[in-house]
Nanobody, 122 residues
Framework: QVRLAESGGGLVQAGASLRLSCAAS????????VGWFRQDPGTERQFVAA????????RYADSVKDRFTISRDNSSNTVYLQMNSLKPGDTAVYYC???????????????WGQGTQVSVSS
């Protein structure tokens, strides 16, 4: 079982930056994908970014490409999401999740954190 815990969310103004952290514990295979998703109340959970635990193969949603960067630190079992140039449209609860294969869809991911709130004001 993989346990995931997100942190680093908050309330910021447009143009600011935040770094989200996803701490993992338990069995996490090196080939696993760790992804970030976000969801506003009443909306479907949407893909943001993903990376292989072993590194490389980073993927991004078009809406965040060139603004967000996903990375991982194997020594601390942590995946990060660096978010720059934040926009009000980035406001959502952000979740990290793990999957044995890459997918843009949330249903492929088996393990989820509890989420962290990101709010961006104009």
């Amino acid at each position: 079982q993989v346990r995931l815990a997100e942190s680093g969310g908050g309330l910021v103004q447009a143009g600011a930056s935040l770094r989200l952290s996803c701490a993992a514990s338990g069995r996490l295979f090196s080939s696993y994908i760790v992804g970030w998703f976000r969801q506003d109340p009443g909306t479907e959970r949407q893909f943001v970014a993903a990376i292989r635990w072993s590194g490389g193969s980073a993927r991004y949603a078009d809406s965040v490409k060139d603004r967000f960067t996903i990375s991982r630190d194997n020594s601390s079992n942590t995946v990060y999401l660096q978010m720059n140039s934040l926009k009000p449209g980035d406001t959502a609860v952000y979740y990290c999740a793990a999957s044995p294969v890459f997918s843009f869809g949330w249903r492929a991911y088996r393990d989820w954190g509890q989420g962290t709130q990101v709010s961006v004001s104009s």
